[in-house]
């Protein structure tokens, strides 16, 4: 299997939702990453939050092994540091070998959920 | 017709979800992709699916007629091995031609339903 | 301005949902598509539709002119042929000049309104 | 950190919905542009919106800072003209260095919410 995708990966609409109604963890609201590494080499990747008023924080550092698929809760994120909620924030993703990066949100807040989802934007 | 589109496609994002609410099959919780051959030759497709704390699953194996579209629920992908539900999995999509994949989700967890729809991640 | 996009556009997600509930035409179900021209000369646009089970169909043809956008709807493509309701369909649009073109989804089949948007796949 | 992103971008598919439901300013109908400028040089934006039926307006000029993000509601972009609501519109993005641009609506017209998000178009 060829390794497929890109090694920079942007992801400029975070925002964790803060109310969330219905049962756990199903209708949780959450934004959610996820990270396929289709190549036969395990992928040594790091993201790093961006916001609007202040420093970025990372790398938060984490793998994934070859021809495997990772789905990260940004929520899970806490070394070094846990993300704000209600607060708008960017992600960006570096590997060390191709990898595809999709972002989606489940967003219960308003008693319905709610789906958002989009491939990330990728550059050399 | 010229042909448009690549040959290699990763969708991340794959979890087919488990509850569904309201009447079959409109309302069933599913993700589907969406397979477009605008060329002139017949299209050899085969799927790999990946996971998170397995091995991967295929090659799933179809085609897709010269100058037609295909729409595929993944719930329909039986051979080798059915996906398992609530699970979060990823596709990739090889085909001999240049073709164009799109992901989409009808989410009826909660009584009302939710749509998420994006085009995979395309490669050389 | 100069021009910005491509001339070759694949959109394979087509399906125009059926049911609408909700006063009409703020919830009416639909698939519309939105061409932006940002170049100073006037595009001539030829949508093509293509089926699972049948031949594709077109051209419809449509012009943008130069620095406007313009939206479509499925719904009033009626020239060759109009398309059929609650049937998957891809569209295949194809400019003299560079657009940019995105889906977008509305509907509202279960009596709360979900949205469905990305932009196009595109090739040169 | 390395800049990431391309120095122009277009979002065809913008239309401020225009009734809302629930409580201001969470449930509040909107559309909203994030801006992530990854590189250590602040970015310089342009902001053009393109209508159907009149000339284009702009630009709407702002400034992304090194190494943040920034998000902007387009009910907020008043100067030099504020937007119609419930009219489509398309937004072109330039910047002198490159940025990645993000697209979300959120929909609150019929008292449930409805969210759609895609990254933006990017050229050279």
């Known amino acids: 299997m060829n390794p497929l995708g890109r090694r920079r990966w942007a992801i400029p609409g975070g925002h964790i939702p803060f109310p969330s109604t219905g049962y756990e963890p199903t209708f949780t609201s959450r934004d959610v990453l996820r990270l396929l590494n289709a ?3 395990a992928a040594e990747v790091e993201i790093t939050i961006l916001y609007e008023n202040r420093s970025p924080v990372g790398p938060y550092c984490l ?3 070859a021809r495997r698929l990772r789905r990260i809760r940004f929520n899970d994120l806490i070394d070094p540091q846990a993300l704000p909620l209600d607060t708008p924030y960017a992600a960006l993703v570096e590997a060390n ?8 949100r489940m967003d219960t807040a308003d008693a319905r959920h709610a789906l958002l989802g989009t491939m990330g934007f990728s550059g050399p």
């Not at 070998?97 to 989606?104: K, L």
């Open 97 to 104: 070998v191709p990898i595809v990066v999709q972002f989606t």
């Open 63 to 65: 793998e994934v092994p």
């Open 39 to 41: 190549g036969n080499e």
